[in-house]
């Protein structure tokens, strides 16, 4: 067939409109998709916590035991998730380099925008790294020779190197919102990035910053943004429009194809209820003590975040797993007790190796979407104002305003239709965070700065050393580049 071309725009004059930048730039950001909707994106970052976890179900999910040191933080310098966010993230700061030097050699046309928006999106690739990894190399250039080993920088250099960026393009960066910035970096982006160093300076650098992350925190509260209504309009499908979103990707299972959460959470036998066109893996489920969180006010909306308890068709029959474990008397413990009926159950009977097939409530905070394949539509916050204002909480509570602190919480409670709380304590505000953010990458972060990320918990020993609190350099890395240095305890 002939194809009827109504208007075209090729290479040599794409560029000589400001305006089309934006389509030279795209790269930059997709590389986030692999980042966020992976399993081990936002949701699997979560499984090295006290919120979800990956047992092994037999022959299933053991995956040369990986997610089992993940879980008790016994991680190796081979692991393959380790490397993939390392290059996932290099990948990111090299495009964006790349980039910024070719917008620097066009004439004629104002490049300065993209440049300031390149750089703010770098700097959100160097705050993933020095909040994992800690200490890594700096490269702010593309234009280095083909043999560049970059060295190691420690936590404190990559931390300045971060402030210095976003101090310098801020004053530059749009303050527009709303569909035409989503899921790009803008002003207020960049001051939630800020907000984010500096409320974790003390893990970072040994010094806190409580007044500097406050003032980040409140040049966002001037954004307009609020929270919506609906708690759940911030997972669904095209939730764009969310007055609650300051950075986040809008995910398409054909378009923009990367998020596996519903594949990853559900139970095998589930695929046929939601008409999924793909198997379901039964990986990722809520932790029993997670679970329990919400014990206190079963009203709270976020309790549908996870799935749980006997599971139906649309018409009312029950969802069944034919192959549930039987008895055997062998292995009299190894049995299910609810046979072939599927309960989703809280307790979860074990890390390894034989956790039932049925164990573990799921996770259910991104709406399955009926009909979805090995990728779903479901848009995905990295950014919420949810998340600030209980960050506003934790400064007031850490600088002394317990009162003002319960203001913000509860403000955080009431959209959930729970009982406004009449006290905060960092204990109850670290549980208030779990309601309001699990599975979405915050967790190992808030532990960390809470203090709590070493502490014994189910299948997981106590660890009195503090090194994990940052991963490892990659094996594979170090091998190609002498002047890497391993961090320390690894």
Known sequence: MDERVYSDLNGDILFDDSENLIYGFGVAYTNLYQLVGHKYGVVGMDAGTDLLVVPQRGGDWYDGGEWIRYHRQQWTPTEGYVARAWNILYFGINTCNRLILTFEALEGVDTAPAIVELKGLSVFYYWWLVDIYGNVPIV?????????????????????????????????LSKSTGLDYFGRVNYYVAQTMLANLYINAEVYTGTPQWDKAMAAVDSVMTGGYSLSSDFFSNFRENATTSPEYIFGLHFDKVDAAAFEVHLFTLQYNLAAKYQFEDATWNGICAQESFFHLFDTDTNDVRRNSVLFGFQHFDDGTRVEDPSFEKFNPADPTYRDPDGAPLNLTPKINMLESKCLRQAGARVAKYPFIVGSDRYTSNDVPIFRYADILLMKAELLLRTGDAGGALEYVNQVRTRAGVIPATEVTMESLLDERARELFAEGYRRTDMIRFGTYGNIRWEKPEQSATYTTIWLIPQAQIDVNPNLVQNTGY
């Open 140 to 172: 702010d250039s593309f234009d280095v020779p083909a043999d560049f080993k970059p060295e190691t920088k420690s936590r404190q250099e990559v931390y300045d190197f971060i402030e210095k960026e976003l101090l310098a393009v801020m004053p530059y």
